[in-house]
């Protein structure tokens, strides 16, 4: 869909969901009632501003003043097929019929099949998202699935070689387990195992990892982001090129502090809104901080997407208006190998804040100058904000030490 048209159909399906939860969430009515509103004041996206956000972390709060579900769900108890239990406890309502599409469009997104073989080393005990997401996600694709759950790596190596299974859902590093095992076991990852494609979640993928992957089974893997309450907010297609966000949900870059949107390019937290009637979340917190684009990707989706996972809300800093977080601190450390260990800190001067920029060296160098202004540059298109390079003696950030120290008083 064009842009325009994308942005049609999401306020439509808007408009419905907020009639719907308006009418069947005790939450989501209290809600809007106490700022005032009616549903018919939520026409399009940008109206999602005037409701509060409800944060992820609240959640276990809400539940046990209202159990089970903190009045979140939108059908009755009885009606529901399965509950879940996330860590926390947070309860979570179950499918009727599920209609999510998020997931299902990730898998698709990256490469899986109808047919396809498929072994879903998610946990199914408990959590939603191996039974409730990804089963009935590779259901929808039309692969064939085979539910091995997580541990046992032996046991799922030898599953992979007799049933020729050519495809993975799972977290990045149990993939790594079961390449370390096939090997032991003295199997060639490619001539022996058939593994061609992977659907990863639940944990950061770094390149390196991804790479080591796709290289020693000759497969090609691709992430997708999401929580365990709302679903799919972002997968990657084949480019690899940020995560595109699903069409059944809206998300919102948002400053953590007052909730109002951020345009593209600029970082703030996951907001999310679902469409979906047996648990329809609206505007919920998810405190992952991200970036939104609007660039069209090259492989012809329209979607908007997140450009990575950046770290957690709670872990930012504002420095002079802007938000810092140890994620663009971590990639500023990557561009320069000769960085051994940094921290940021962030001072106050003169009513002004100032940041400073303390890097360990693996061994010196023969012109500091030169780095230093080469960090300080890295910095500015990282972070957005100006920094001085400091370089310090090994030893002088301690083991463990927050990697972005807040050093400011406030009288
Ligand atoms: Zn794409």
Redesign the pocket.
Known sequence: MPHKKRIEYLNQKLRGIIQYAYKNSVAFKSKLDSVGLKPKDIQTIKDLEKIPITKKADLVELQKRNPPFGGFEGIPISEMRRVFISPGPIYEPGETEYVELGWAQGMYAGGFRPGDIVINTFSYHMVPFALHMVDNSLHRVGCVVIPTGVGNTEQQVNILKNLKANAFCGTPSFLLNISEKAEEMGFDLKKDLNLKVGFVAAEMLPESLRSKLEEKFGMVIRQSYGTADIGCLGYE?M?K?GM?IPDDKIVEIVDPETGKQLGPGKTGEIVATTFNRVYPLIRFGTGDLSILTETP?P?G?TSPRLVKILGRVDQVTKVRGLFVHPGQADEVASKHPQVAKYQVVVTRREQKDEMIFRVELKEEILQPEKLKEEIERSIRDVMKVRSEVQFVPKGSIPEGARKIEDQRTWE
Do not use: F
Request: glycine share 0%.
């Open positions: 297609c480019l090129n595109h990707c492989c989706r």
